[in-house]
């Protein structure tokens, strides 16, 4: 089979989507297939341009036996909504030529393409057209509603209708879309695709490299963690994240400072201001993202997890961090209305609270710190729940298989 890939994100992006489009592409080439991806050169979640990588210009190199083409884009440095669109649109006009000039060379059976970009999705449309192909959209987030949801486009407006209605073309032009939970399967049916082209394609957790730890994590005495208990962010930080209800129940919880501390680590454009509004919480450390060659000693580092998640994304986005915390075999505090699709996978696993309440978030904290049998119960299942859900091998055989059939 003959692959072509279009993905605004990949490696060396750390978090993120990047991690997946790009095991992925590696993992179909490992199986024999001939892969070739089309990116954007990597910013995420810095937002600038990644040293040693230009933002003015195309690179092409194979990478794990895959052809990749990066492309450059525009990247603001405070990314709101307007800023967001040009950005995207940026990586479509840049991605435009590369990907027909593939397309046209390498005859793929399919062309994969993975949203966000959304905006780049019509460029995969092309190329599919232009060689013969069958199309495959993959969404890993609802950029529309999420944007809506977080404020970036005003629900009624002018702007929001446009994507509206360029998103529900969209889902209808391509052979088969995907996504990553059984609610997102279900929404993009409420969006007018027909029930037999959506696939369930997970996110993964590497299950052999994701493990609960039996010493404690080296970053506490690099960090001079000395506190029994440690509450856990990592990821990125900005709008649909929900991060502020993290600052709230530290502050709340001030008063433990000796039992709970709260590690915060991440890039993005609300760094800055989590940083300024912990200066002075002594049970609080923010640090920069961690390499991903120390994430198994950064996961063991929690006693509880922290997945916060802003009022209506959680059958949006589907926190891809969720899959290595379950797998690190620690419980995760979530916040996710009743009934939702990010409610549904941490049942069992750790507490849901609702989103937005400060006061029931730093409870639920408590609540684990303070009852060691929960915790514990806990514990085992979110590794259990990764194994039965997160697969790596058995995810990527079945979308192996599904692409096989197109």
């Not at 989507?17 to 590696?26: D, L």
């Not at 702007?159 to 399967?185: G, W």
């Amino acid at each position: 089979m003959k692959l072509l890939v279009l993905g605004i994100n990949r490696t060396p992006e750390p978090i993120g989507i990047a991690p997946y489009s790009t095991e992925f592409a590696r993992g179909m080439a490992e199986n024999g297939h001939e892969v070739a991806m089309v990116a954007a050169q990597p910013y995420y979640p810095a937002w600038r341009v990644a040293d040693g990588y230009s933002g003015k210009r195309w690179t092409r190199t194979v990478e794990d036996g895959v052809a990749v083409t990066r492309c450059p884009l525009y990247v603001p440095a405070n990314p709101s909504g307007a800023r967001r669109i040009v950005h995207h649109a940026s990586f479509a006009a840049s991605a435009l030529a590369p990907t027909l000039r593939r397309a046209r060379a390498m005859r793929p059976d399919v062309v994969f393409t993975v949203a966000p970009s959304l905006i780049a999705a019509p460029v995969a449309l092309a190329a599919a057209r232009a060689s013969g192909a069958a199309s495959w959209l993959h969404v890993q987030d609802f950029e529309v509603d999420a944007a809506i949801a977080t404020g970036l486009m005003q629900p009624d407006g002018g702007v929001a209708r446009r994507a509206r209605a360029f998103e529900a073309n969209l889902l209808k032009r391509f052979d088969k879309v995907s996504t990553i939970s059984p609610r997102m399967c279900e929404r993009l049916v409420e969006k007018g695709v027909a029930p037999e082209r959506v696939y369930e394609f997970r996110n993964w957790a590497d299950l052999e490299a994701i493990r609960p730890l039996d010493h404690p994590s080296s970053y506490r005495e690099r960090w001079n963690i000395t506190t029994p208990h440690v509450a856990l962010y990592s990821g990125n930080l900005a709008n649909k994240q929900g991060i502020e209800i993290v600052v709230e129940a530290a502050q709340r919880l001030a008063h433990r400072a000796d039992e709970i501390s709260f590690v915060v680590c991440g890039n993005g454009p609300s760094r800055d201001r989590i940083a300024s509004e912990t200066a002075d919480l002594r049970n609080v450390q923010v640090h920069d993202l961690q390499p991903r060659e120390m994430l198994n000693e950064l996961m063991g580092l929690a006693t509880i997890h922290l997945l916060p998640q802003v009022a209506g994304a959680a059958d949006l986005v589907l926190p891809s961090k969720l899959t290595n915390q379950l797998a690190s075999g620690r419980p995760v505090v979530a916040t996710a209305a009743p009934g939702t699709g990010l409610a549904a996978e941490a049942e069992g696993c750790g507490i849901v609270t609702p989103p937005g309440d400060g006061p029931a978030f730093a409870s639920a904290i408590e609540a684990l710190v303070d009852d060691p049998s929960r915790h514990a119960a806990a514990s085992r299942q979110a590794r259990i729940r990764a194994e039965e859900r997160w697969s790596r091998d058995a995810i990527l055989s079945g979308v192996e298989r599904e692409l096989e059939a197109m």
